[in-house]
């Protein structure tokens, strides 16, 4: 069978299964491997929708669509677990969902079927498979307090909207790899990464932010991070940065001259309790729309230098206590060299 052929034919397919047309004379399942394989290469596999109606237009004789969720799971997640610890790894809210998560203990070819560990239960690993009938990934490790490490070992799909407390209350996750990681249509990222307090340093440098609008509590009290490399964050259409750094006593070091805050309008609390920070260049940070500074730099207590020239605080109202806790000569320096 020529694999040229079929590759174009598939192209055809697809456009036809993408606009809703139908399908017109495929061949059985060795198009659908051919498909599944072109889907997962090209990151489209969210278009495929398994069904009684898909399958007869295949002309397939599939009795276990499972096989094939499995072999072709666009998101594969391996985790380390924290030793002799018992308790949730993965949040499955919805149980109707199951059948959509994939569970496997110590490389074991046998899927678990059940979403925690048992009292000294001898686990290493786990790798988690998660089907393309998933769209959101919101609270999928939520107080999932015994997990030390997370590898994003394939995540070849884009459909993902939602990541907001995707992480959160993970308190003994040290590590997290997002070198295979699709966040280009999401649209949430609200506390993500709330109180993950034994995180020292995050990677977030291939994230793509673009349709992000909620950013709120993004970092909240990860009380231990020291570097955050946020260098290519992309906030043109964030709304909401309020608790943004809320408690992350231990960073030093901020590089936020590429934020665009043209459309903030919510920036309380975000840098509460900073207490590390010695300087701030907010100089390219914008107030057009901002209406909410509550105490924003309150108790950066190291905070030597800070530039937000370009603020116009005067037209702000909520602004109550912004600079509390700081030090008088950061206030008098502020006084001094903002013109607005």
Request: glycine share 2%.
């Given at each position: 069978m020529n694999t040229s052929i079929i590759s174009n034919?598939?192209?055809?397919?697809?456009?036809?299964?993408?606009?809703?047309?139908?399908?017109?004379?495929?061949?059985?399942?060795?198009?659908?491997?051919?498909?599944f394989e072109h889907l997962l290469t090209k990151k489209f596999l969210e278009i495929v929708r398994y069904s009684k109606k898909f399958k007869?237009?295949?002309n397939l004789k599939i009795n276990n669509y499972k096989e094939y969720s499995e072999k072709y799971s666009s998101i594969i997640i391996d985790i380390i677990p924290k030793e002799n610890k018992s308790g949730n790894f993965i949040n499955i809210i919805n149980k109707e969902d199951e059948t959509y998560y994939h569970i496997y203990f110590n490389n074991s070819k046998e899927e678990i079927k059940r979403s925690y560990l048992k009292d000294n239960e001898k686990i290493k690993n786990i790798k988690i498979k998660i089907d393309y009938q998933v769209k959101s990934l919101k609270k999928l490790f939520y107080h999932c307090k015994f997990i030390e490490s997370i590898n994003f070992k394939i995540f070849a799909r884009n459909n993902i909207s939602d990541m907001s407390d995707?992480?959160?209350?993970?308190?003994?996750?040290?590590?997290?790899?997002?070198?295979?990681f699709n966040t280009d249509n999401v649209t949430s990222m609200q506390e993500m990464f709330s109180l993950c307090k034994s995180l020292k340093k995050l990677?977030?440098?291939?994230?793509?932010?673009?349709?992000?609008t909620n950013m709120m509590g993004m970092f909240s009290m990860c009380k231990s991070l020291q570097e955050v490399n946020i260098i290519n964050l992309k906030t043109?259409?964030?709304t909401d940065m309020s608790l943004m750094f809320y408690g992350c006593s231990s960073l030093?070091?901020?590089?936020?001259?590429?934020?665009?805050?043209?459309?903030?309008?919510?920036?309380?609390?975000?840098?509460?309790?900073?207490?590390?920070?010695?300087?701030?260049?907010?100089?390219?940070?914008?107030?057009?729309?901002?209406?909410?500074?509550?105490?924003?730099?309150?108790?950066?207590?190291?905070?030597?230098?800070l530039n937000i020239s370009n603020f116009n605080i005067n037209d702000i109202k909520n602004k109550s206590s912004m600079f509390e806790g700081c030090s008088d000569e950061l206030k008098m320096k502020i006084k001094v060299g903002n013109k607005n």
């Open positions: 034919k598939i192209k055809n397919e697809l456009i036809q299964i993408k606009e809703g047309g139908k399908l017109k004379n495929v061949e059985n399942k060795y198009i659908l491997k051919e498909i007869k237009r295949l995707m992480f959160f209350l993970c308190t003994s996750l040290k590590e997290i790899n997002f070198s295979q990677n977030l440098s291939k994230f793509n932010t673009n349709n992000v043109n259409n964030v030093k070091d901020l590089n936020l001259s590429h934020f665009n805050t043209s459309n903030v309008i919510d920036m309380s609390y975000m840098f509460y309790g900073c207490s590390s920070l010695e300087e701030l260049n907010l100089s390219n940070f914008v107030s057009n729309k901002i209406n909410k500074l509550k105490e924003m730099f309150s108790f950066c207590k190291s905070l030597k230098e």
